[in-house]
Nanobody, 126 residues
């Protein structure tokens, strides 16, 4: 059973920065795609960013492109989401998700990930 644990959320003013972390209970993320999604009250779960663990290829949602950066570190097995120039509309619960065998056309959809963290709240004040 893969367990993912997010951390790093909090309250920040507009224009500020936060870094989220996603740590895994497994020995290696080899062959995994790790993604960040977010969900605000009343909204559907939205794709934020994803990274292929082996190739380090990264993918971003249009609303965060140029402001957020996803990266990974194998020691420990952690994926980060650096969020800069935060806006009030970035306010949401942010979830880390992971799975193997996620094809390119599917990585932006939350239904293609079996493993999820509990979420961390990010609140951006205006």
């Amino acid at each position: 059973q893969v367990q993912l644990v997010e951390s790093g959320g909090g309250l920040v003013q507009a224009g500020g920065s936060l870094r989220l972390s996603c740590a895994a209970s497994i020995r290696s993320f080899n062959q995994y795609t790790i993604a960040w999604f977010r969900q605000a009250p009343g909204n559907e779960r939205e794709f934020v960013a994803a990274i292929r663990w082996n190739s380090r290829h990264t993918y971003y949602g249009e609303s965060v492109k140029g402001r957020f950066t996803i990266s990974r570190d194998s020691a420990p097995n952690t994926v980060y989401l650096q969020m800069n120039s935060l806006k009030p509309e970035d306010t949401a619960v942010y979830y880390c998700a992971g799975d193997t065998g996620v094809i390119l056309s599917s990585l932006r959809s939350h239904v293609n990930y079996d493993y999820w963290g509990q979420g961390t709240q990010v609140t951006v004040s205006s």
